[in-house]
C-alpha cells in the first residue's frame, strides 16, 4: 500500500514538473516604467504563460541588449525601429493575427502622419504612444510663461537669466537647435548646420543636462525650464495628485518641434511568434490600453481610447495639451552609425566649459 501511494505522489509531482517546464514563455523588452505591469499579470492568468521582462534605461541599451539577448516583442521609438528594419532584425507585422487592432481607429493626424514620416518602417510595427519635446516650466516664476511661449524653443536655446536644463541626449538636443537655427531637416547630417547646433548648445550654459531628474528639478524650483518629453509632465502632473501636491509648472510644446512615435515590434529571432501577436493584440484591447495610457501618461494613438482617458478616466487637463499632432513637428529617422557616433561627439564638446 505504501508502495503504491508512493508512486501515486511521485507521478503527481512529476506530472506538476512537467506542466512547468511546458509552460509557455514570453521575452519582452522595454524602457524603464513604460508598462503596467499589472497588464502583464493578466495576460499571464489569461494565457497560462510567463512573462520575462526586462527593462532598459534607453533606445541605444534595448539595441545593445538585442544584438546579444533573444526577444520577442520589443518596445522602441520610431528611430530605432527605422533601424531595426534596415538591419533586418524584425518583421513586417502580421495583421491577421491581431483583431484588436485597427489602423482606422487611429487619429486620422496619426494615420497621415505615420503614412508620411515612417512610411519606409510603419508595416513593421505596432504603435503605442506619441508625444513631443517640449519645453516644463515653473508657474511660479513671474513672466516666465509668457517668455516661453514666445521663444519656443529659443527659451532653451538662448543664453538668459533663467536656471535652465536640458535633455542629455544627442538627437535631442542637438536636432532641436539645428531646427531652432532654422533647418528644415531634423535628421540633417550638414556637418556645418551640426556644428552650429553644438556651438549654440555650448553658448546657452545649461544649470543642468539631466534625464528623468529634470521634470522633477522643475516642479521642485531647482530649475525655472527645462527641455523634456511630454510625458515627462503628465508624469509629474500624477505625482502631484499621489502626493496631495499643488501643481506648479506646466508644459508648452513649441509649434516646430520633434514629435515622436513608440511601437511594439516583433524580433525575426523571436522563440515564441504566436504568443508574441496574442501579448500585443492584449495591450491594443481598449480598455487594456486606456488602462496603460493611464498608468504611463501618454498619449494613446487610438482615438477611441484617447476618448475613454476624458469620459470614463475623467482627465483634468485639456485635450490641446495632450494631443501631440502638428504638421510642423518632425520625426527623428535612423541615418547611419556614423550620424549617431558624430552627434554623441559633439554633444560631448557642447557640454565642455569654455
Same mark, same amino acid.
Given at each position: 500500500?505504501?508502495?503504491?501511494?508512493?508512486?501515486?505522489?511521485?507521478?503527481?509531482?512529476?506530472?506538476?514538473?512537467?506542466?512547468?517546464?511546458?509552460?509557455?514563455?514570453?521575452? @519582452?523588452?522595454?524602457?524603464?516604467?513604460?508598462?503596467?505591469?499589472? %497588464?502583464? /499579470?493578466?495576460? $499571464?492568468? !489569461?494565457?497560462?504563460?510567463? +512573462?520575462?521582462?526586462?527593462?532598459?534605461?534607453?533606445?541605444?541599451?534595448?539595441?545593445?541588449?538585442?544584438?546579444?539577448?533573444?526577444?520577442?516583442?520589443?518596445?522602441?521609438?520610431?528611430?530605432?525601429?527605422?533601424?531595426?528594419?534596415?538591419?533586418?532584425?524584425?518583421?513586417?507585422?502580421?495583421?491577421?493575427?491581431?483583431?484588436?487592432?485597427?489602423?482606422?481607429?487611429?487619429?486620422?493626424?496619426?494615420?497621415?502622419?505615420?503614412?508620411?514620416?515612417?512610411?519606409?518602417?510603419?508595416?513593421?510595427?505596432?504603435?503605442?504612444?506619441?508625444?513631443? @519635446?517640449?519645453?516644463?516650466?515653473?508657474?511660479?516664476?513671474?513672466? %516666465?510663461? /509668457?517668455?516661453? $511661449?514666445? !521663444?519656443?524653443?529659443?527659451? +532653451?536655446?538662448?543664453?538668459?537669466?533663467?536656471?535652465?536644463?536640458?535633455?542629455?541626449?544627442?538627437?535631442?538636443?542637438?536636432?532641436?537647435?539645428?531646427?531652432?537655427?532654422?533647418?528644415?531637416?531634423?535628421?540633417?547630417?550638414?556637418?556645418?548646420?551640426?556644428?552650429?547646433?553644438?556651438?549654440?548648445?555650448?553658448?546657452?550654459?545649461?544649470?543642468?543636462?539631466?534625464?528623468?531628474?529634470?521634470?522633477?528639478?522643475?516642479?521642485?524650483?531647482?530649475?525655472?525650464?527645462?527641455?523634456?518629453?511630454?510625458?515627462?509632465?503628465?508624469?509629474?502632473?500624477?505625482?502631484?495628485?499621489?502626493?496631495?501636491?499643488?501643481?506648479?509648472?506646466?508644459?508648452?510644446?513649441?509649434?516646430?518641434?520633434?514629435?515622436? +512615435?513608440?511601437?511594439?515590434?516583433?524580433?525575426?529571432?523571436?522563440?515564441?511568434?504566436?504568443?508574441?501577436?496574442?501579448?500585443?493584440?492584449?495591450?491594443?484591447?481598449?480598455?487594456?490600453?486606456?488602462?496603460?495610457?493611464?498608468?504611463?501618461?501618454?498619449?494613446?494613438?487610438?482615438?477611441?481610447?484617447?476618448?475613454?482617458?476624458?469620459?470614463?478616466?475623467?482627465?483634468?487637463?485639456?485635450?490641446?495639451?495632450?494631443?501631440?499632432?502638428?504638421?510642423?513637428?518632425?520625426?527623428?529617422?535612423?541615418?547611419?552609425?556614423?550620424?549617431?557616433?558624430?552627434?554623441?561627439?559633439?554633444?560631448?564638446?557642447?557640454?565642455?566649459?569654455?
Amino acid at each position: 500500500m505504501k508502495k503504491v501511494f508512493f508512486s501515486l505522489i511521485c507521478a503527481f509531482v512529476l506530472t506538476l514538473l512537467v506542466g512547468c517546464a511546458q509552460k509557455k514563455e514570453l521575452y @519582452v523588452l522595454n524602457v524603464g516604467d513604460y508598462m503596467n505591469e499589472e %497588464l502583464i /499579470e493578466k495576460f $499571464e492568468k !489569461k494565457y497560462r504563460c510567463h +512573462v520575462n521582462y526586462t527593462e532598459k534605461g534607453s533606445n541605444e541599451e534595448i539595441y545593445q541588449t538585442v544584438l546579444y539577448d533573444q526577444y520577442d516583442v520589443v518596445v522602441v521609438s520610431d528611430y530605432m525601429i527605422d533601424r531595426f528594419v534596415k538591419e533586418d532584425r524584425v518583421e513586417k507585422i502580421d495583421l491577421s493575427k491581431l483583431s484588436n487592432y485597427k489602423e482606422s481607429e487611429l487619429f486620422e493626424d496619426a494615420r497621415n502622419l505615420l503614412n508620411s514620416q515612417s512610411k519606409d518602417y510603419k508595416d513593421y510595427f505596432i504603435p503605442y504612444f506619441w508625444g513631443t @519635446v517640449g519645453i516644463l516650466y515653473n508657474t511660479d516664476v513671474a513672466g %516666465l510663461k /509668457e517668455y516661453v $511661449e514666445s !521663444k519656443g524653443l529659443g527659451s +532653451v536655446m538662448e543664453k538668459n537669466s533663467y536656471k535652465v536644463g536640458m535633455y542629455n541626449s544627442a538627437r535631442d538636443a542637438l536636432c532641436l537647435a539645428a531646427l531652432y537655427n532654422g533647418s528644415t531637416d531634423i535628421n540633417t547630417s550638414d556637418e556645418t548646420i551640426l556644428t552650429n547646433a553644438k556651438n549654440t548648445l555650448k553658448s546657452a550654459e545649461y544649470t543642468i543636462w539631466g534625464e528623468d531628474n529634470l521634470k522633477e528639478a522643475v516642479a521642485s524650483g531647482q530649475l525655472d525650464l527645462a527641455l523634456v518629453y511630454s510625458g515627462d509632465y503628465l508624469d509629474q502632473v500624477y505625482k502631484c495628485s499621489v502626493d496631495n501636491k499643488e501643481v506648479n509648472f506646466a508644459y508648452y510644446a513649441p509649434e516646430v518641434t520633434n514629435i515622436w +512615435v513608440d511601437g511594439l515590434v516583433v524580433m525575426k529571432n523571436a522563440n515564441n511568434r504566436d504568443l508574441a501577436y496574442d501579448f500585443i493584440n492584449f495591450l491594443s484591447d481598449h480598455a487594456n490600453q486606456a488602462e496603460n495610457a493611464d498608468y504611463i501618461g501618454y498619449c494613446p494613438l487610438n482615438e477611441t481610447v484617447f476618448n475613454i482617458l476624458y469620459d470614463e478616466y475623467e482627465y483634468d487637463y485639456s485635450k490641446e495639451e495632450f494631443y501631440p499632432y502638428n504638421s510642423k513637428r518632425l520625426m527623428y529617422k535612423f541615418v547611419s552609425v556614423e550620424q549617431y557616433n558624430k552627434l554623441n561627439d559633439l554633444l560631448e564638446e557642447a557640454k565642455q566649459s569654455k
